[in-house]
């Protein structure tokens, strides 16, 4: 709700859900990856996702991005 709020869009703004749909999703603790990228996408967003390993000694810290939406 934050991030469509900052984007100056009200629920009803969002096309691709409804209403009801946006409330419900925006109070949920999960939410699955394609359902947060068509979200995000809809109110003018994207979305990077990036991989890096746990610390570890020894091992260089490398991030990966797994996905990023333009």
């Known amino acids: 709700a934050e991030l469509r709020k900052r984007m100056g869009l009200r629920q009803e703004d969002v096309l691709a859900f409804s209403q009801s749909a946006i409330s419900k999703l925006e109070?949920?603790?999960?939410?699955?990856?394609?359902?947060?990228?068509e979200y995000l996408d809809n109110i003018g967003m994207g979305v990077e996702i990036k991989v890096y390993p746990k610390n570890k000694k020894g091992i260089t810290q490398e991030e990966v991005v797994l996905l990023?939406?333009?």
């Not at 109070?27 to 990228?37: M, N, W």
């Open 68 to 70: 990023k939406t333009d």
């Open 27 to 37: 109070s949920r603790k999960d939410i699955k990856i394609s359902t947060l990228i």
